[in-house]
Nanobody, 122 residues
Framework: QVQLVESGGGLVQAGGSLRLSCAAS????????VGWFRQAPGQERDFVSR????????DYAVSVKGRFTISRDNAKNTAYLQMNNLKPEDTAVYFCAAGGSWSTNSGAYDSWGQGTQVTVSS
Protein backbone atom coordinates (compact mmCIF):
# COMPACT_ATOMS: atom_id res chain seq x y z
CA GLN A 1 0.00 0.00 0.00
CA VAL A 2 0.84 3.66 -0.35
CA GLN A 3 -0.30 6.56 1.79
CA LEU A 4 -2.20 9.33 0.01
CA VAL A 5 -3.04 12.89 1.03
CA GLU A 6 -5.35 15.14 -1.01
CA SER A 7 -5.23 18.91 -1.02
CA GLY A 8 -6.50 21.84 -3.07
CA GLY A 9 -10.22 21.73 -2.35
CA GLY A 10 -12.21 24.83 -1.54
CA LEU A 11 -15.11 27.09 -2.45
CA VAL A 12 -15.43 28.37 -6.02
CA GLN A 13 -18.13 29.97 -8.13
CA ALA A 14 -19.78 28.15 -11.00
CA GLY A 15 -17.58 28.36 -14.07
CA GLY A 16 -14.43 28.57 -12.01
CA SER A 17 -11.48 26.21 -11.75
CA LEU A 18 -9.74 24.24 -9.06
CA ARG A 19 -6.68 21.98 -9.04
CA LEU A 20 -6.56 19.03 -6.65
CA SER A 21 -3.33 17.31 -5.67
CA CYS A 22 -2.73 13.81 -4.33
CA ALA A 23 0.62 13.33 -2.65
CA ALA A 24 1.81 9.75 -2.21
CA SER A 25 4.44 8.20 -0.02
CA UNK A 26 6.63 5.26 -0.92
CA UNK A 27 8.93 4.26 -3.75
CA UNK A 28 6.33 2.21 -5.66
CA UNK A 29 3.89 5.00 -6.59
CA UNK A 30 4.64 4.53 -10.28
CA UNK A 31 3.34 0.94 -10.07
CA UNK A 32 -0.20 2.02 -9.16
CA UNK A 33 -3.19 3.09 -11.19
CA VAL A 34 -4.57 6.29 -9.66
CA GLY A 35 -8.27 7.05 -9.56
CA TRP A 36 -10.29 10.04 -8.44
CA PHE A 37 -13.72 9.52 -6.88
CA ARG A 38 -16.26 11.86 -5.34
CA GLN A 39 -19.08 11.56 -2.85
CA ALA A 40 -21.89 14.06 -2.30
CA PRO A 41 -23.92 14.07 0.94
CA GLY A 42 -26.29 11.11 1.10
CA GLN A 43 -24.97 9.62 -2.14
CA GLU A 44 -22.65 6.82 -3.18
CA ARG A 45 -18.99 7.27 -3.98
CA ASP A 46 -18.75 7.72 -7.75
CA PHE A 47 -15.93 7.31 -10.23
CA VAL A 48 -14.55 10.53 -11.69
CA SER A 49 -11.31 9.70 -13.48
CA ARG A 50 -8.39 7.26 -13.67
CA UNK A 51 -4.88 7.30 -15.04
CA UNK A 52 -2.47 4.53 -15.97
CA UNK A 53 0.84 3.93 -14.24
CA UNK A 54 2.76 5.76 -16.95
CA UNK A 55 0.23 8.58 -17.23
CA UNK A 56 -0.26 7.92 -20.94
CA UNK A 57 -3.80 6.55 -20.65
CA UNK A 58 -6.65 8.46 -19.01
CA ASP A 59 -10.37 7.93 -18.58
CA TYR A 60 -13.26 10.08 -17.34
CA ALA A 61 -16.84 9.83 -16.24
CA VAL A 62 -19.23 11.23 -18.83
CA SER A 63 -20.31 13.95 -16.42
CA VAL A 64 -16.82 15.48 -16.27
CA LYS A 65 -15.32 14.66 -19.67
CA GLY A 66 -14.08 17.78 -21.41
CA ARG A 67 -13.96 19.74 -18.15
CA PHE A 68 -11.59 17.74 -15.92
CA THR A 69 -8.03 16.62 -16.65
CA ILE A 70 -6.17 13.96 -14.69
CA SER A 71 -2.37 13.82 -14.66
CA ARG A 72 0.51 12.47 -12.62
CA ASP A 73 4.17 13.18 -11.99
CA ASN A 74 5.79 9.98 -10.83
CA ALA A 75 9.07 11.73 -10.08
CA LYS A 76 7.18 13.82 -7.51
CA ASN A 77 4.93 10.97 -6.31
CA THR A 78 1.93 13.16 -7.03
CA ALA A 79 -1.29 12.94 -9.04
CA TYR A 80 -3.54 15.84 -9.98
CA LEU A 81 -7.08 16.62 -11.02
CA GLN A 82 -7.53 19.89 -12.87
CA MET A 83 -11.20 20.89 -12.75
CA ASN A 84 -12.44 23.59 -15.12
CA ASN A 85 -15.89 25.05 -15.78
CA LEU A 86 -17.10 23.78 -12.43
CA LYS A 87 -20.81 23.29 -11.85
CA PRO A 88 -22.82 23.17 -8.61
CA GLU A 89 -23.42 19.46 -9.19
CA ASP A 90 -19.65 18.93 -8.87
CA THR A 91 -19.93 19.74 -5.17
CA ALA A 92 -18.64 16.73 -3.23
CA VAL A 93 -15.79 15.34 -1.20
CA TYR A 94 -13.10 14.25 -3.64
CA PHE A 95 -10.88 11.25 -2.93
CA CYS A 96 -7.79 9.97 -4.67
CA ALA A 97 -7.03 6.26 -4.62
CA ALA A 98 -4.30 3.89 -5.75
CA GLY A 99 -4.82 0.36 -7.01
CA GLY A 100 -3.25 -2.50 -8.89
CA SER A 101 -5.77 -2.82 -11.73
CA TRP A 102 -7.44 -0.69 -14.39
CA SER A 103 -10.87 -0.23 -12.85
CA THR A 104 -13.67 2.27 -12.24
CA ASN A 105 -14.83 0.28 -9.21
CA SER A 106 -13.88 1.84 -5.89
CA GLY A 107 -13.45 -1.65 -4.44
CA ALA A 108 -10.50 -2.30 -6.74
CA TYR A 109 -8.43 0.43 -5.14
CA ASP A 110 -6.30 -0.47 -2.12
CA SER A 111 -5.20 2.90 -0.76
CA TRP A 112 -7.27 6.03 -0.20
CA GLY A 113 -6.68 9.59 0.83
CA GLN A 114 -8.72 11.37 3.49
CA GLY A 115 -10.71 13.43 0.99
CA THR A 116 -10.91 17.13 0.24
CA GLN A 117 -14.10 19.20 0.05
CA VAL A 118 -15.02 20.94 -3.20
CA THR A 119 -17.97 23.32 -3.07
CA VAL A 120 -19.28 25.11 -6.17
CA SER A 121 -21.72 27.96 -5.67
CA SER A 122 -24.24 29.10 -8.27
Amino acid sequence: QVQLVESGGGLVQAGGSLRLSCAASGRTFSSYVVGWFRQAPGQERDFVSRISTSGRITDYAVSVKGRFTISRDNAKNTAYLQMNNLKPEDTAVYFCAAGGSWSTNSGAYDSWGQGTQVTVSS
